[in-house]
């Protein structure tokens, strides 16, 4: 089944305490990204990648890091988190050209007391 | 730079009547649009998305957008909506250059009554 997974669903952590959001897409996407989202902001983006080792910035990167050394896995890293980065975060992967179409893992809820 | 606006944050609508939910974009360049659905705790889906061609634009579970390039709108529609349609719709537009930076709207929460 094609499919995008986020580990963990569920993470509460405490200020500064770094923290690694997996995601694993099994459809040999080229694409893969990352957003958060708060009410009445919508979604946002925060990285994306375009293929391995290729990496680059969207709306919102401050306090994040990802890296993207398997063309199947895209992690979001916070490296100090603080209590503006509690949101609901999701990862979501695309084909490239007439097929794109961006699949969405299930999310993130992340609480940084 | 792009820009999307969902003016309408909730629209409740009873069962089995229309609805129209309404998307705006700003863009100095070409776009492709999409609109997403967000069922209670799960990720987003696509419901329909606008590359190029015909103007109106037929998506999964009878929902229908059509992309006004003078008004710079997208707007969703369904004739006839059901419970099951209750979620949050969010209105997307990416560079047709191929960037795939994503704008995302506010979204849009249906909800049908019964």
């Known amino acids: 089944e094609a499919q995008v997974t986020q580990n963990p669903r569920y993470l509460i952590t405490v200020t500064g305490k770094k923290l690694t959001v997996t995601c694993s897409q099994n459809?040999?996407?080229?694409?893969m990204s990352w957003y958060r989202q708060d009410p009445g902001l919508g979604l946002r983006q925060i990285y994306y990648?375009?293929?391995?080792?290729?990496?680059d910035k969207g709306d919102v990167p401050e306090g994040y890091k990802v890296s993207r050394k398997e063309k199947r896995n895209f992690p979001l890293i916070l490296e100090s988190p603080s209590p503006n980065q509690t949101s609901l975060y999701f990862c979501?992967?695309?084909?490239?050209?007439?097929?794109?179409?961006?699949?969405f893992g299930s999310g993130t809820q992340l609480s940084v007391l | 730079a792009q820009s999307v606006t969902q003016l309408d944050s909730q629209v409740p609508v009873f069962e089995e009547a229309p609805v129209e939910l309404r998307c705006n974009y700003s863009?100095?360049?070409?776009?492709?649009l999409f609109w997403y659905v967000q069922y209670p705790n799960q990720g987003l889906q696509l419901l329909l998305k606008?590359?190029?061609?015909?103007?109106l634009v037929k998506g999964i579970n009878g929902f229908e957008a059509e992309f006004n390039k003078s008004q710079t709108s997208f707007h969703l529609r369904k004739p006839s909506v059901h419970i099951s349609d209750t979620a949050e719709y969010f209105c997307?537009?990416?560079?047709?250059?191929?960037?795939?930076?994503?704008?995302f709207g506010t979204g849009t929460r249906l909800k049908v009554l019964a």
């Open positions: 990648s375009m293929n391995v080792e290729v990496t």
């Open positions: 606008y590359l190029s061609g015909s103007t």
């Open positions: 459809m040999n996407h080229e694409y």
């Open positions: 979501a992967s695309s084909s490239f050209g007439r097929n794109e179409k961006l699949f």
């Open positions: 997307a537009v990416s560079e047709s250059s191929g960037t795939y930076k994503y704008i």
């Open positions: 863009s100095s360049v070409s776009v492709y």
